[in-house]
């Protein structure tokens, strides 16, 4: 109620009232945001999707313009490495240290099996992928537009 009285007491206070609103929601955010630090590697200019850490050290992060990054420093610096595509990268996750895969847009499978130093794509029926999820080296799941979901079996050889 007093809000209301406030902002109808006039021009002069309408504008403080609104100033003050506008200084009270924004310390409201910046005390939010206090337990994240910016560790965006500067300057790479595309916007990044996912972010995957097969451990507490060594992380990847995708996004648009076949950008991948990776981190062997626990997120403290990032630098990037060649996908060979110009695609848009929604999705990245590692079962492992060595093994990764990558899902976007354009048909798009990437996977690596040295730990991101080179990747290749695999043949994908969905037009886009959005999310790529592995229960471990052998079986993973991606999923994305017209309703697909995408089931990848790696059948262990038998002696």
Known sequence: ????????????SRGFGLLSLAVLCLSGLHGFAQNWDWQNPLPQGVNLFSVN???DTIGFSVGMDGKI???????????????????????????????GYVVGYATTIHKTTNGGEDWFQLP?????LTDVY?????????????R???????????A
Do not use: C
Request: overall charge positive; aromatic content about 14%; proline content about 5%.
């Open 148 to 158: 697909y979901i995408l089931r990848k079996e790696q059948k262990q050889k038998s």
């Open 1 to 12: 109620m007093k809000i209301h009285i406030f902002f109808n007491a006039g021009i002069r």
């Open 53 to 55: 850490f097969p451990n």
């Open 124 to 128: 994908s029926p969905s037009p886009a």
């Open 69 to 99: 990054l990776k981190t062997v420093n626990g997120g403290n610096d990032w630098f990037e490495q060649e996908s060979g595509v110009a695609t848009t990268f929604a999705s990245v996750f590692f079962p492992n240290l060595d093994t």
């Open 134 to 146: 592995f229960l471990n080296t052998n079986l993973g799941y991606a999923v994305g537009s017209k």
